[in-house]
């Protein structure tokens, strides 16, 4: 059971940056998932969730209107597209797995990171 | 400022017990359930309680928690070196409509 995101890296203030997390070992398409967030020396920070199907989403307000979650069931894939970056934005982002009898993140990836700089 | 409060920082000795707090307010901690999360610096967090006080398979019983009325606490008996790491407390929080973190606390083992 894995979760491995990718697509994180160096992207300049108001810029665009689209990072994945690639799943296996479940039933992805059963799941609701989520990305949290880790700026440098600071706590995890939760940043959005998807449903099962697709079809609901939620977002920190830091983030509304900037970010967009989504997923590809047939892919196994989470994705979030980020959208004028800033630099306090900078943060490994980490892709999580919702358990729904938990109601908690049972399974986590290793994180990308991302950097807001010029 | 994370809207659920942890001391910054906890330490004990080998063989020790410890605790950390996690205080909220009615729209999380006081109506929603209280996960604990560990947290090493550059790995995948990991699930230690859900359900206020309910370990996944395979967390020790070392590790226990509880809940009540807006606040929540870890208690770690038989401290050990491996358990020096971040821990974090989560929660729903229905009137934001969005996950809280606590802000972590650090733990050191002496």
């Known amino acids: 059971v894995h979760l491995v995101e990718s697509g994180g890296g160096l992207v300049q203030p108001g810029g665009s940056l689209l990072v994945s997390c690639s799943t296996s070992?479940?039933?992805?398409?059963?799941?609701?998932m989520h990305w949290v967030r880790q700026a440098p020396g600071k706590g995890l920070v939760w940043v959005s969730r998807?449903?099962?199907?697709?079809?609901?989403?939620t977002y920190a307000d830091s983030v509304k209107g900037r970010f967009t979650v989504s997923r590809d069931n047939d892919q196994n894939t989470l994705f979030l597209q980020m959208n004028s970056l800033r630099a306090e934005d900078t943060a490994i982002y980490y892709c999580?797995?919702?358990?729904?009898?938990?109601?908690?993140?049972?399974?986590w990836g290793q994180g990308t990171v991302v950097t807001v700089s010029s | 400022q994370s809207l659920l409060t942890q001391p910054p920082s906890a330490s004990g000795t080998p063989g020790q017990r410890v605790t950390i707090s996690c205080s909220g307010s009615?729209?999380?901690?006081?109506?929603?359930?209280v996960k604990w999360y560990q947290h090493l610096p550059g790995t995948a967090p990991k699930l230690l309680i859900y359900?206020?006080?309910e370990r996944p398979s395979g967390v020790p019983d070392r590790f226990s928690a509880s809940k009540s009325g807006t606040s929540a606490s870890l208690a770690i008996s038989g401290l050990q070196s491996e358990d020096e790491a971040d821990y974090y407390c989560?929660?729903?929080?229905?009137?934001?409509?969005?996950?809280?973190f606590g802000g972590g606390t650090k733990l050191t083992v002496l």
């Open positions: 999580a797995r919702e358990d729904p009898y938990a109601d908690a993140f049972d399974l």
């Open positions: 070992g479940f039933t992805f398409r059963s799941y609701w």
């Open positions: 998807i449903s099962s199907d697709g079809s609901d989403t």
């Open positions: 009615s729209s999380n901690i006081g109506s929603k359930a």
């Open positions: 359900r206020n006080s």
């Open positions: 989560a929660a729903w929080d229905g009137s934001l409509n969005a996950w809280l």
